[in-house]
């Protein structure tokens, strides 16, 4: 058994499914079980119309419309779904101008609102499946076993899933059915629909395929797999063959467009693995994520970067080698809700990255009492990927770049997870330092190495 997930660009419009629809036929020996997001853009159209209920009381579900009708039209599914997308159709006109009503948007209201987006779309490509003679079965998250906690927009799954979803996917499948499934949505235990966050159906993909012990994870995107650096900024840009869990989690939080960063969990703790591939381009071989380390790692494997990153400085103002000054300044973060990315530190002293968009003036007053306080914002964070046991080779590289650009790195820290080294520039540097240090580590590196294959 096999599981393929498809994102919202792989099965947004009729031409997309009909493309899927060979992707899978080409497998269908393999027993594969499907999970999709919701097509091309519909759950930013959902939130976008629950946003504009709210504010304006103007309710409209046009687009939305527009999409999944043209493409059921397309696909001459008319006649099987007319009537159960338009009941779907019904509901979320409801929902909304429920919401346009009461002038209230909850976190379970914008959950449920959300989870149509995915709830069309299985039921749409399952259809048209079985219009291809592929006997397959729409089936909504909590149908074959996800449960969640109740944090609306950020839920968790919940142990009991695991046997759940095991024991009804393979009820499916030894049916001789091919399970179309939900990505992103669960219930919780009092039958609220919930959401895994944005991005979440790689969760929902991992998570059965770790839970039936599948043989393997298909993530199919619209691009060629890893990218050694974001092919925006990059036009060198290449796709990496093979990467492990511990790196790909950290490309993916440091801002690659990866695979969520949860969704390496399931595959991590069970040993499955996960291949990217891309949609467009199915014969391209993508990019393999697994236990590893592969005996031959390379020095680098990808760059990436965040932008937008707050920087701030904490010095404390008492004695030196005062006991306790670090669990304050954490407790402090903590209480305030306020996440911390890179640390450094050093006897009297903390710098630490967080996500720009906070407030911080209840964090600093209360640091204040006991350490002098800097904040910088518009920094970015660069990471490199690669074998930290070389770290010094890295660095050095890593360094002279930047002193040849006149750039000054601000804060490094190096992963304990011992893949990643992090430092800090000014934001407008960043996309220069990534260019600059893609030629040097994946382009000239080549050329070298071709040179010496030639003599
Ligand atoms: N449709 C959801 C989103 O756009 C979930 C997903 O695609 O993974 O975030
Ligand atoms: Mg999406």
Request: glycine fraction near 6%; aromatic fraction near 6%.
């Amino acid at each position: 058994m096999i599981v393929m997930k498809f994102g919202g660009s792989s099965v947004a419009g009729a031409e997309r499914i009909r493309n899927i629809a060979e992707i899978v036929k080409d497998q269908i020996d393999r027993k594969p079980v499907l999970v999709l997001s919701a097509m091309g853009d519909t759950t930013d159209y959902l939130l976008e119309a629950a946003e504009r209920a709210l504010k304006t009381g103007f309710v409209s579900i046009e687009k939305i419309e527009d999409l999944h009708l043209k493409a059921i039209a397309d696909l001459e599914l008319g006649a099987v779904l007319q009537k159960e997308i338009k009941t779907l159709f019904w509901e979320l006109g409801s929902l909304l101008t429920g919401i346009s009503l009461t002038k209230e948007l909850t976190g379970r209201t914008r959950d449920c609102l959300v989870s149509f987006g995915e709830r069309m779309s299985v039921r749409i490509s399952a259809a048209y499946l079985r219009t291809i003679k592929i006997k397959a079965r729409a089936a909504d998250a909590w149908d074959v076993g996800f449960i969640s906690d109740s944090e609306f927009g950020q839920a968790e799954l919940r142990n009991e899933s695991w046997v759940r979803i095991s024991a009804s996917i393979r009820t499916i499948i030894a049916e001789g059915i091919l399970p179309v499934v939900t990505g992103f949505i669960a219930k919780d235990e009092n039958g609220n629909i919930t959401t895994l966050g944005r991005g979440g159906s790689d969760l929902s993909a991992t998570l059965i395929a770790a839970a039936c012990k599948a043989e393997e994870v298909q993530v199919w995107k619209d691009v060629d797999g890893i990218m050694s650096a974001d092919p925006r900024l990059v036009s060198a840009a290449r796709p990496v063959e093979m990467v492990t869990y511990d790196e790909a989690a950290e490309l993916a939080y440091f801002g690659a467009q990866v695979l969520h960063p949860r969704a390496m969990q399931p595959c991590m703790k069970t040993g499955i693995p996960v291949l990217v591939k891309n949609s467009f381009n199915p014969s391209a071989p993508g990019t393999r994520i697994e236990a590893g380390p592969d005996k031959n790692t390379p020095l680098i494997r990808a760059i990436t970067s965040r932008k937008n990153v707050t920087l701030v400085d904490i010095v404390s103002t008492r004695m030196l080698g005062q006991i306790g000054f670090l669990a304050r300044v954490f407790a402090a973060f903590a209480k305030n809700g306020i996440s911390i990315d890179m640390v450094a530190t050093s006897e009297v002293s903390v710098s630490l990255t967080l996500d720009a968009e906070r407030d911080l003036s209840s964090l600093c007053r209360e640091l204040s009492e006991y350490a002098a306080v800097e904040v910088k914002t518009g920094k970015a964070i660069v990471t490199v990927i690669g074998d930290v046991r070389r770290s010094s080779e890295i660095l050095h590289e890593a360094f002279g770049i930047c002193r040849r650009s006149n750039i000054q790195v601000q804060m490094i820290s190096q992963g304990a997870s011992k893949v990643n080294i992090s430092f800090i520039v000014n934001d407008k540097e960043a996309d220069n330092v990534v260019e600059e240090l893609h030629r040097f580590f994946f382009e000239a590196c080549e050329k070298t190495a071709k040179g010496k294959e030639k003599k």
